[in-house]
């Protein structure tokens, strides 16, 4: 019956393009029955399953399973089901395909970009986050070109149905994962728009770290901060002893990092960092004067910045794989903390760490290389965005003489949830103005004068919402 009535609206349509005015009678007929039909179209790809549906105005949201193969050299060696969401607005309108490299939120959302091209938005879970994980797990699948090998998978399936423009997009992990995408699948997307993506190119090279600590806001600042963590080291033993009644009460266990001493260090390192990482200069005026500060003024400021539960096993194990991927590809920094003195037991923590031992790593340095020196002589339609004050962000993408249409820009006194519409005036204008064209929905006048750009979308409270996240440290 339904393939009669399709073959039936078919013949309407067909009939309907006879004249002038019934071709625009058909066109408008099979555009109506194929935005009702979102669903089922999107079902009908081989691998989709349906999860749930969320309502929002003007969209429809859907939470689906596809399922990828586990190795996609080796497609026939078994397979996992990832999750996907898909914000849909209109086939006729660009399509954003964003991952922020963890987990994905299974509410409906918007990302800047999705705002400013007034689009569709596909989010994927990167592969190995729960529930995104083969069972059993084998860890040497988990590394960039197979992630990219899974957009890759989705995008193929879903252009059919959203043959318009593509852009891919992320945050932190998520910008460096659509870099990497691009990478290694350069004819997929029609633009990258990459926030405060970090690019550690010479894993044991990060003097550029220690630069960014030392220059970073007011001194005034940074010499409160730094008071804070070196008082937390100081006073080590009444802070432990807190720490372990913490523990007992929440049941919490510090098996992979090896010791509740060892975690309250790796917490107390991470408080500066996490201060610029997350916080505004402004919110200096915070932080407790240390050498006035009782022993819970210390405690509670390192554990509202930094979080004293993050080096649990409790707290470390939804973030294997990027502790995993870390130690394999990405890199992780270690910086210099010379105020501490000889306060330090062990040090800034490398990625093994934080990863069980029953999980086998092996850093393979050639990797960001690669990505490095790809960007810097072929980036297309790329647009890199950072935060002024964002550690992560010490070490960045740059582009080459290679490079064509692309941007790389810092927001003034941004931290890690820079955006395109912090960035100054000229260059925001700029920006958007190279996603609408990237999106093919650039009207003329924006074309030939940037400053004319504007998002196509209205704000939307709870659809935009930018609010950035506190997660785990250390990592983007």
């Avoid at 009460?249 to 060892?262: H, I, N, R």
Wanted: proline share 6%; hydrophobic share 35%.
């Amino acid at each position: 019956m339904r393939k009669a009535l399709r073959w039936l609206l078919s013949l309407v349509v067909l009939i309907g393009t006879v004249g002038v005015g019934g071709a625009s009678a058909g066109a408008a007929t099979a555009a109506e029955t194929a935005e009702q039909d979102i669903k089922e179209r999107v079902l009908a790809i081989p691998g989709m399953s349906f999860v749930e549906e969320k309502k929002y105005p003007g969209y429809r949201f859907f939470v689906l399973n596809y399922t990828q193969p586990v190795d996609h050299r080796h497609p026939s060696k078994g397979t996992f089901e990832q999750r996907i969401t898909l914000l849909h607005k209109d086939t006729s309108r660009p399509t954003v395909f964003y991952t922020g490299g963890y987990n994905v939120s299974t509410s409906p959302g918007r990302r800047e970009p999705t705002q400013i091209v007034d689009g569709n938005q596909v989010s994927m879970e990167y592969r190995f986050f729960t529930p995104s994980r083969p069972e059993p797990a084998d860890w040497s699948k988990l590394d960039i070109w197979q992630a990219a090998s899974d957009q890759h998978r989705i995008f193929k399936a879903l252009k059919k149905i959203y043959p318009e423009n593509w852009i891919s997009t992320g945050g932190s992990k998520g910008g460096m994962t659509a870099t990497y995408y691009e990478r290694f699948y350069p004819r997929d997307m029609d633009g990258v728009v990459a926030y405060v993506a970090p690019n550690d190119v010479v894993n044991k090279e990060d003097s550029a770290y220690d630069e960014f600590f030392e220059e970073v806001g007011t001194a005034e600042c940074r010499d409160r901060l730094n008071a804070v963590q070196r008082e937390a080291l100081v006073r080590r033993e009444a802070l432990t002893a807190k720490y372990r009644e913490l523990a007992e009460a929440e049941g919490f266990t510090f098996t992979t990092v090896g010791s509740l001493d060892k975690a309250y260090e790796a917490v107390v390192l991470d408080y500066v960092w996490a201060f610029w990482q997350y916080s505004l200069e402004s919110d200096c005026e915070s932080i407790p004067v240390a050498a006035t500060a009782t022993d819970q003024e210390i405690w509670d400021s390192v554990d509202s910045i930094s979080g004293f539960s993050f080096y649990t096993d409790q707290g470390l194990e939804p973030y294997t794989p990027y502790y995993y991927q870390a130690g394999t590809e990405l890199g992780a920094p270690t910086i210099e903390l010379p105020h501490l003195g000889g306060l330090m037991k062990y040090g800034y923590l490398e990625p093994r760490n934080f990863v069980p031992r029953s999980i086998p790593m092996r850093f393979k340095p050639w990797v960001m290389r690669d990505v490095d020196s790809w960007v810097r002589h072929n980036a297309d339609r790329m647009l890199f965005v950072y935060g002024e004050n964002d550690p992560w962000g010490a070490e960045p993408f740059r582009l080459g003489k290679g490079a064509r249409d692309s941007y790389v820009f810092t927001a003034p006194g941004a931290n890690h949830g820079a955006r395109v519409s912090g960035l100054t005036e000229d260059q925001s204008a700029t920006a958007t103005a190279a996603i609408l064209k990237w999106a093919g929905v650039a009207t003329t006048a924006v074309q030939r004068n940037p400053e004319l750009a504007r998002p196509l979308a209205k704000y939307d409270a709870k659809l935009d919402k930018r609010n950035l996240e506190r997660e785990p440290l250390l990592r983007p």
